[in-house]
């Protein structure tokens, strides 16, 4: 089982729409989660942080924790062109030394 | 105010020869991790290091990898005796003096391509 699994894509939208993307982890004694954006050919960057049960909102984005579910997810709203990209989830595992990624899921918005 | 630089950014070898990727993190950050970014794959821990030290290197493969971070100098990521499943986009990141604060700054990678 991957520590942090993620649904590959590629998942489409259309400019407008939300674009809902998830994220499970397999290691219970995570604690905090990450949502890293790539850009094709790009270096990731983070977006969002998210470290207790519950919503996050930052702008358009909003990350949701459920520790009981072990899930995580991002939700996109009014999401655009830009927007397109790799959505990276990842958080700390064996210990705590190093930040685990998922495979990532494409979005594409479509106008 | 520089950003994670790594150097080069491309890189051809031919399989048995050597790669050496560099990596200067972000003025101020002590901290450094190396990934591995296949097609697909998403990103490959490799090892974490902070100065002149390897805290984690559980991801690193056990034969011709090797990784340091001296006191004075950039990060280097050293392959030997390169094979073609070696290419791949490998990433440097690195992170402030605080701890798990899950915010990486990644460079822009450096592309091996072994023929």
């Known amino acids: 089982q991957k520590e942090v699994e993620q649904n590959s894509g590629p998942l489409s939208v259309p400019e407008g729409a939300i674009a809902s993307l998830n994220c499970t982890y397999s290691?219970?004694?995570?604690?905090?989660f990450f949502w890293y954006r790539q850009y094709s050919g790009k270096s990731p960057e983070l977006i969002m942080s998210?470290?207790?049960?519950g919503d996050k909102e930052d702008g358009r984005f909003t990350a949701q924790l459920n520790k009981a579910s072990q899930y995580v997810s991002l939700l996109i709203r009014d999401s655009q062109p830009s927007d397109s990209a790799t959505y990276l989830c990842?958080?700390?595992?064996?210990?705590?030394?190093?930040?685990?990624f998922g495979t990532g899921t494409q979005l594409k918005v479509e106008l | 105010n520089a950003g994670v630089m790594q150097n080069p950014r491309h890189l051809v070898r031919r399989r048995g020869q050597e790669a050496r990727l560099r990596c200067s993190p972000v003025?101020?950050?002590?901290?450094v991790y190396w990934y591995r970014q296949l097609p697909e794959e998403g990103l490959k821990f490799m090892v974490y290091?902070?100065?002149?030290?390897?805290?984690?290197e559980s991801g690193m493969p056990k034969e011709r990898f090797s990784a340091e971070f001296p006191k004075e100098g950039p990060s280097i990521l050293r392959i030997q005796q390169v094979v073609r499943g070696d290419s791949a986009a490998y990433f440097c990141?690195?992170?402030?003096?605080?701890?798990?604060?899950?915010?990486?700054?990644f460079g822009e990678g450096s592309r091996l391509t072994v023929l």
């Open positions: 990842a958080g700390y595992t064996g210990g705590g030394n190093k930040l685990t």
């Open positions: 990141a690195s992170s402030p003096p605080s701890r798990m604060t899950g915010e990486l700054f």
């Open positions: 290091l902070q100065k002149e030290n390897i805290i984690d």
């Open positions: 003025k101020g950050h002590s901290h």
């Open positions: 290691d219970r004694g995570s604690q905090s």
């Open positions: 998210i470290y207790s049960n």
